[in-house]
Each structure stands twice: as C-alpha cells, then as structure tokens.
C-alpha cells in the first residue's frame, strides 16, 4: 500500500466520486463527516485541509482528511467539531502509523472520535448511539414501547404538562431566516461559558462552517435545524447534518425556562416523528454517555480518542503534560485535578483554533471568567 498526501482543493472528481463510494461500505452511509463534503466546507473556511489517499494496485482504497499539522501536530479534518474521524476506506482497511506520520508530514496525530483500527496510544473510548428506523416509525415505537415504556411514559406525561402550562407543542423544520440559528448560537454560547469550555461560536472559522452548514437546506449533503415551540415560545433547537439517509445530531440547546419538561427531549421525538417524510432511516445521537440515549439506541459505533507519534519536540511536549499530571495527583485535594482541567482546556482550544496568538487570547479569557473551574 502507498500513501499520497495532496491539498483538499486540488483533488479531481473521480478522486471526490471514489471517496464518497468509500463512505459508504455496502451502499450505507457511515457518517456525514466521513465525506468529501464536510472537508470541503471546512476548507472554505480553513484553508489547510489535506488529504491521504491511501492506494494499492494503483487504485484508491482510503481517503483521510486532515489539517496541515501546527508545531508537528495534525488533527483530523473539523476537529473538535468533526463526531467521526478517519479513513473512508475498503472494509478491513489498516495503515501503519508511522507510514502515515510520515506521509502527512507530521510528528504527531491527536484525534478524539476515530473510527476504525486506533492509531498510536488510545486514551478514551466512546460509542455513538444511533436510532435506527429502517423498518418503519410504527414499528419501532412499538418496540420501543415494549422495551423503554416508563421512558416513553413519562415522555408523554412531559409532553401533557407542557401543553398545560405553555400551550401546544409544535416542531418546525427549517430556518430560512436565521432567526433560530441565531438563538441556539446564543444559547449554546451561554451553555459553554456556564460550564467553562471554550465558546466555539467566538471562534471564527467554527462559526462559519456551523452558520454556513445550517443554511445549506438543500442537496445530497445539507443542514438541518429544526425548532420547539411550546405555544408561542421557541423552547429548544437542534441543528444537524444530512446526508444518504442519516441525520446526525449535531448541536442542540433550549431555553432553562423549560427545563421542567425536557424540551430538548420533546424535540428530539418531533425529529423522529417527521424523520420518515424527509427520508431519514437512522439518527446518530453521537458520542457521549447520556442516560437518555440508553431508551433510544438500537446500535451503536465503537469511537477512540488519542494519538499517534514519532519521537520528535511534539511528543516531548505531550509527555512533559502526561508527567506533570502524574505528579499532580500526588497533591491534596483539588490541586490535584488542576494539570488534568488545564489540559483538557488547551487542547479543546488548540484544537478549534489554528493562531497561536488566538489560543494565548482564549485562555487568558478563560481564566478570567472563570478561574476556578480551570485550577479548583
């Protein structure tokens, strides 16, 4: 096998057309971030984004998107926005880290959702939950009903009391003004800086692609917002991508005024309702351990999160922070978490944004917000 690293922007259609057959093992789409068409709207806004072509026998086998490694580092394609990452690529498909370090030009890989044979170190496993309809709306809340009744009960006790205190519950598709992007940008930027994460809406590229992605309401790879009303009141709003016949859910937020009755929950049910009409046979609810999902999942995707490396300045720098937080944890009390949170921290923002002057910036910012959750 031979690995050929190029720009993103200057692959040609039959690259493009091969990559997209290769999303799709068996003729079934394994994710939207797995396709050309993700790389490609990040691109516009990047402008770094490059792709291994993995071949053998003179034929493309595995595509891999990623940025143009920064001080050594690279990172797949969108991240930390991207749910999946990896090779779209031939069933059984595996490559030799170092093969690919060096074909990237790169002394480090770090990836946090990877599909597929992990590269390197594994430092976290997660699963990502799907709903699968493929046999019909009717068929499987039946099924669900058997097995997930007293969810499904409550859900519907939620759905009364909301309609007693707020009036009828309406779910609307499609945003063709802006107006509820707009308001779940703002919730969601109050959600991050509630819990001390990094307001990826106050990164610049990360805005666009999101923006730009919402408003792309058509095509074979598009957006999707869809909104809550409880009476008049917009309640919760989730925006998504499509692609074949998944939905993923991308970025959801409501309003706490509606906390009392799940709004993100009802919405989520509305999504599921209307998925047959738009086509929709399966919804990927991501990664991340959420009570909730366990009354909705029919399968899920096995994700890995860590790095691969090769000696270099870069894995020094990563092992000095492994170090310091090994040692921390000999500290009392919550000294002790104060490495772990300051890494997770710059490595969330190293990730989002590409500038290292920018990176300085955010962190400055976030200990002056909100020092304690950083260093407590």
């Not at 937020?253 to 009392?260: G, Q, V």
């Not at 799940?262 to 738009?278: C, D, F, V, Y």
Request: hydrophobic share 45%.
């Amino acid at each position: 096998m031979r690995l050929f690293d190029t720009p993103l922007s200057e692959l040609g259609i039959r690259d493009l057309d091969r990559w997209r057959e290769l999303a799709r093992p068996d003729g079934r789409l394994v994710s939207p971030y797995l396709l050309p068409d993700f790389a490609q709207m990040v691109d516009a806004q990047r402008h770094d984004v490059r792709v291994i072509i993995a071949e053998e026998n003179s034929a493309p086998i595995g595509y891999f998107a990623y940025h143009a490694p920064q001080g050594g580092i690279a990172r797949p394609v969108g991240a930390p926005l991207s749910d999946y990452q990896g090779f779209a690529a031939i069933p059984g498909f595996r490559v030799d880290e170092k093969d690919l370090l060096t074909a990237m030009g790169a002394d480090v890989l770090v990836y946090d959702n990877w599909m597929g044979q992990p590269l390197g170190k594994t430092r976290a496993q997660t699963r990502s939950s799907i709903i699968d309809l493929g046999e019909g709306l009717d068929s499987w809340m039946a099924r669900k009903e058997a097995t997930q009744h007293k969810h499904f009960k409550k859900l519907r006790q939620r759905q009364r009391k909301a309609e007693r205190e707020f009036g009828p519950i309406r779910v609307v598709f499609g945003d063709p003004l802006g107006d509820h992007f707009d308001t779940l940008r703002t919730w969601k930027s109050q959600q991050y800086r509630d819990t001390g994460l990094l307001d990826l809406f106050g990164v610049a590229w990360v805005d666009s692609v999101i923006r730009n992605c919402a408003a792309r309401s058509f095509g074979p790879f598009r957006g999707l917002v869809a909104s809550l009303y409880l009476g008049e009141r917009l309640a919760a709003v989730e925006m998504g991508i499509v692609a074949g016949d998944v939905y993923h859910s991308w970025i959801p937020a409501y309003d706490p005024a509606f906390r009392a009755v799940s709004p993100g929950h009802l919405l989520l049910q509305g999504i599921i309702e209307a998925a047959p009409n738009m086509r929709i046979n399966r919804i990927d609810l991501g990664g991340g351990d959420y009570a909730y999902k366990a009354a909705y999942t029919d399968y899920e995707v096995a994700l890995s999160g860590g790095r691969a490396m090769k000696p270099s300045a870069a894995m020094v720098s990563l092992l000095a922070w492994d170090g310091a937080e090994a040692a921390a944890r000999l500290l009392p009390g919550p000294l002790a978490k104060a490495p772990l949170k300051l890494r997770r921290r710059w490595a969330q923002t190293a990730a989002a944004e590409p500038v290292l002057v920018r990176r300085v910036q955010h962190m400055g910012e976030a200990f002056l917000k909100a020092p304690q959750r950083l260093t407590a």
